[in-house]
């Protein structure tokens, strides 16, 4: 790669327009025809004179893309691809190359109708697309991704790349609502991703969730069952609410950790598997193996608040096919002001009543009234509250200072059904 390529190609990466990124890497390649795929389609698809590819979802072999994705490496077609696959061979496409973008999950994919034998180099194009990956991950509308370039935000991203290249274990740290699952999809590199919530998981049923059951092993086990370490066998298993689990189920896990080997409940051999875990929790648990990323609350990286509130404006006009609407200066200060307790979900469930409530253009802070008052401000009388409005202030007022189980103690409530409640609400 020359050098002037590599200078193109990194001013590119700098540029916050994904299609001149994609026309350095075809430049690079010599490719005809360029497309990013991310997880919601298609977002550019280009010809090398500039020009938009047109049905672009017709252009794409969905064979390739998919084995691309779940081998994650890039990946020439064949002689025998370019022969068997219909949608290739219809359109007389003499090569393909399809890189995979690692953090936003996506792909892209580059092609040629009229030359044989491109796209030789694939450890530079490997090197090129990551440059274009990270760039993705970073723009304010990057779809899958983590949206913030704020401090915080910027050594997460650091700290993302060097964790998802080594192959140990991960445990994700963050209050509800700051994209633990998120990050456990950008370390995801290859093969399935399985999510299970652990708060959610009956106690007499965890280690037949984790590890499978044979047949008959217990009372309506009527089939043998693999559990959720070997149906992530090769990819990754996302934990969710890792804390929820009782010390047993902890140490069976660490067990399977050390080992990288399950025994089904009723079986005695055991079977072994190929599996990353990455864990997630709201609380700060004392020791952790392996790698620990604490993911920054929205109150802590404020000017994070407009690029995301712009970004979900977007899909909330694609998702409600209606007009898009604008904050005003008034309800972008309202927003700033907000603790945000639930993190980036409540904001987004904000965005949406207020967007689909407003019959005008423009939100006012008054379509945002219904956000819960700032700390210190005056408490209106509330007369007999209900159970749920209870408990809805109560998790409000202290879950920054208190742990979920101490909250579900002092209510009288399982941890499980307070947690289930917080995710209701968006807290």
């Not at 192959?167 to 740290?173: A, N």
């Not at 509330?382 to 209510?411: K, N, P, V, W, Y």
Request: proline share 5%.
């Amino acid at each position: 790669m020359k050098d002037d390529e590599i200078v193109t190609l990194l001013n590119a990466a700098a540029e916050p327009e994904p299609s001149r990124i994609l026309d350095a890497l075809m430049q690079f390649a010599q490719a005809e025809r360029g497309f990013i795929v991310l997880r919601d389609g298609i977002t550019v698809a280009r010809h090398m004179d500039g020009d938009d590819v047109r049905r672009a979802n017709e252009k794409v072999s969905r064979t390739l893309l998919e084995r691309a994705l779940i081998e994650g490496k890039p990946l020439v077609a064949s002689d025998a691809d370019l022969r068997d696959i219909e949608s290739l061979q219809h359109q007389k496409v003499r090569s393909v190359c399809v890189v995979p973008l690692r953090v936003t999950g996506g792909a892209v994919y580059l092609d040629h109708r009229y030359q044989r034998g491109l796209f030789e180099d694939l450890t530079t194009l490997d090197r090129c697309a990551a440059v274009l990956d990270r760039a993705l991950a970073r723009r304010p509308d990057s779809v899958g991704g983590l949206i913030g370039t704020s401090p915080p935000m910027r050594a997460l991203y650091k700290a993302l790349e060097r964790v998802a290249e080594a192959p140990y274990p991960v445990l994700v740290i963050g209050e509800s609502g700051t994209g633990k699952e998120l990050v456990a999809r950008m370390i995801h590199r290859r093969g399935p991703f399985v999510v299970a919530n652990c708060a959610t998981l009956p106690e007499t049923l965890v280690d037949s969730e984790l590890f499978g059951h044979a047949k008959g092993s217990f009372t309506g086990a009527d089939r043998d069952r693999a559990g959720l370490f070997e149906q992530a066998h090769g990819g990754l298993l996302f934990l969710d609410e890792i804390a929820c689990l009782s010390s047993g189920a902890q140490e069976s896990l660490l067990r399977v950790l050390e080992t990288g080997e399950v025994r089904r409940i009723g079986e005695s051999k055991p079977v072994t598997v190929n599996v990353r875990v990455v864990a997630a929790t709201n609380e700060d648990l004392e020791s952790t193996d392996g790698f620990r990323l604490d993911l920054p609350p929205l109150r802590e990286r404020r000017e994070d608040l407009p690029p995301i509130a712009e970004h979900w404006l977007d899909r909330i006009a694609m998702e409600t096919k209606r007009g898009r609407k604008q904050l005003s200066k008034g309800a972008l200060g309202a927003l700033l002001e907000h603790r945000w307790p639930g993190n980036v979900r409540e904001l987004v469930n904000a965005l949406r009543r207020a967007a689909s409530l407003s019959e005008s253009d423009v939100l006012e802070a008054a379509d945002f009234a219904f956000l819960a008052p700032r700390p210190g401000a005056p408490a209106e009388p509330a007369g007999i509250l209900s159970i749920d409005e209870h408990i809805r202030e109560t998790l409000m007022r202290f879950s920054d200072s208190h742990e979920l189980q101490e909250i579900a103690d002092r209510l009288g409530i399982s941890r499980k059904t307070l947690w289930e409640k917080k995710k209701k609400w968006g807290l």
